[in-house]
Structures are given as C-alpha cells and as structure tokens.
C-alpha cells in the first residue's frame, strides 16, 4: 500500500511541473505575441504611413483596440498614447518605452482626437482629420 | 527496483525533451517577434504615388510644371517640395534625410531626358543596383513609369524613382 501511494506521488509531481512547464511556455508566447514593443513600432509605423498617404479633407478611424488593452494593463490613459508633431508620430504603451516613425507627406494633421461612446467611454479607436497646410 | 529506475531515467529524458522543445519554440518566437516591421517598401511605393499624383492626377498635368507653350518651368524643380506636399526634415541636426526622390521626363520618339528634377540624400541611390547578400541593411528602391500628355499633345515619359533608408528602425 506504501509503494503504490509513493507511485501516486511521483506521477502528480511529474504532471504537475509539465503542466508548470507548458503554462510557462504557453505565457510566453502570448507576452512575445502582444508585446509592447511590438506594438508600438507596428501602430507608429501604420498610422505614419496613414499620413502619408492621407489628402486634405480626409478624416481617418483608426483601430487602436489592442494599444487599448495594453495601455490600460499599464496604467496609461488611452488619450496619451499617440503624439504627432513636427513629422514624426509616437506610439506610448508604457511610462518607460514609446517608438517614433517619421513620415514625408507634408500635411496638416489637424486634430486626432480617441473616439468615445455615448457613456464617455474610449471605443479604442483614434480620429485623425486632414487639412492643407497653409504655403506663403 | 529497476522497473522504478527506469521510470526515473524517462522523467529525466522526458524534461530534457522538453527543455530541447522550449529552447526551440523561444528560438524561433525570437527570431519572428525579434525583428521589427520593415514597411520600406510600401513606403516608398506611397512616395512614388505621391509624387507621381502631383505631376499628373486625373489626366491632367500639374499647372505649374509647364508654361502654356509647353516649356518645363524652372521654379518647379526649386519648388518641387513645396509644391509636392513633401517634408524630409528630421531631427537632429546633422541627420541626413533618410529619402531620395527622382524624376525625369524622357521624350516620348527618342527618350532624351528632357526635364529632372531631384530631391533628398542621393547617398542611397548606389543602394538600387547593389546586389549583396544581406540587402536589408540598404535602402528600399521604388521605380515606376508612365506616359504624361500634355494639354499641347505632346507625350513623356515619366520616370520616379523612389528611395527610403530608415534602416535603423526597420531592421535590428
């Protein structure tokens, strides 16, 4: 009766740490997959080559829905997590990190405003409206 | 006794496999999280269009680009940033700019140039012909052509060339 309570043992710790192990794994792999940094370089690098490609009078929605939860995570109000200015747009998903990407379409970004719901609520998506910059 | 050891010695192969298997998958998690977007191309592309929409849009030419007699004005290369909504300025002062535009306008019979005009850093155009291993490293080109009429009926033949650097922060 010893012997088989000692096997029983054994089996539940060995099952327990592959189970420690893979959870382990399995983390870190959603953490790589939503990381950060991953996702401040992609959303300045989108939202540049938004502007780039935008033309005066237009008013682009832009998804932020997975900067959202992040920012959120970290503490970080969803109206400062995008900054255009002097060419260069920055994405901040946390106090410490933020990435910038340059862009060459010499417009006016006239307002880019967090969209919000009839509560009050950030619907996770950004508003960037266009205008003609004014030449001498 | 033995029947037991043996046990013991697959839980230690067991791990190892696992180990192996965890070591594999973060290898390979790194090597596809660990590079960031390289979006060059289609940047370059979007620096093409834009250049090209503002020399012609819709089937007509840009007013400031030829004189009524047809003749390509010079005020258009001076002021072809301004005019093409385009700003290379970044910061830092002795940054270079990381872009590189080019056209030219070839005529339509014997494809003489007859007009080009250029802006940016035009250390990146060496990059286009350049046939290294690790290309990553240099610059995306981008070349398109078309045909222009002029409101005169003539025909060029317009070229773009397109470049953008940011290798820095396109590749690790």
């Known amino acids: 009766m010893e012997k088989r309570g000692e096997i029983l043992v054994e089996n539940i710790i060995f099952i327990v ?26 959303y300045s690098k989108q939202v ?26 970290n503490g970080i109000s969803f109206s400062e997590i995008l900054l255009i200015n002097d060419q260069y747009v920055t994405t901040k998903l946390n106090e410490d990190s933020g990435r910038s990407y340059h862009f060459f379409n010499d417009i006016n970004v006239s307002s880019y405003y967090p ?5 009050g609520d950030f619907t996770g998506f950004y508003v960037l409206t266009f205008s003609r910059k004014n030449v001498e | 006794m033995s029947n037991k050891k043996g046990e013991k010695l697959i839980s230690v192969y067991w791990f190892a ?11 390979m998690v790194n090597s596809f999280y660990g590079k960031t977007y390289d979006v060059r191309d289609v940047e370059s592309k979007i620096l093409a269009d834009k250049v090209a929409d503002c020399i012609y849009f819709g089937g ?9 007699q047809g003749v390509f004005r010079e005020d258009f ?27 030219q306008f070839f005529s339509f019979g014997d494809l003489r140039v007859m007009f080009e005009t ?26 398109n052509q078309f045909y222009m009429k002029t409101n005169s009926n003539k025909i060029y033949l317009v070229k773009i060339l397109s470049i953008v650097g940011k290798t820095d922060e396109n590749t690790f």
């Open chain 1, 17 to 42: 740490l592959n189970i420690a192990f893979l959870s382990i794994l399995v983390i870190f792999l959603l953490n790589q997959g939503s990381g950060e940094s991953i996702l401040e370089d992609s």
């Open chain 1, 48 to 73: 540049a080559l938004l502007i780039d490609s935008a033309k005066p009078g237009m008013i682009m929605r832009v998804n932020f829905e997975n900067a959202k939860e992040v920012s959120d995570e």
């Open chain 1, 115 to 119: 969209e919000k719901n009839n509560d």
């Open chain 2, 17 to 27: 496999i696992l180990v192996i298997v965890a070591t594999g998958i973060v290898l």
């Open chain 2, 60 to 68: 007509k030419v840009n007013s400031l680009l030829l004189t009524p």
């Open chain 2, 77 to 103: 290369r001076d002021r072809f940033m301004e005019l093409c909504s385009l700003n290379f300025d970044v910061k830092g002062e002795f940054t270079p700019t990381p872009y590189y535009v080019e056209v």
């Open chain 2, 118 to 143: 250029s802006v940016g850093n035009n250390n990146f155009k060496p990059d286009c012909n350049s046939k290294v291993e690790n290309a990553e490293k240099l610059a995306k080109c981008n070349e």
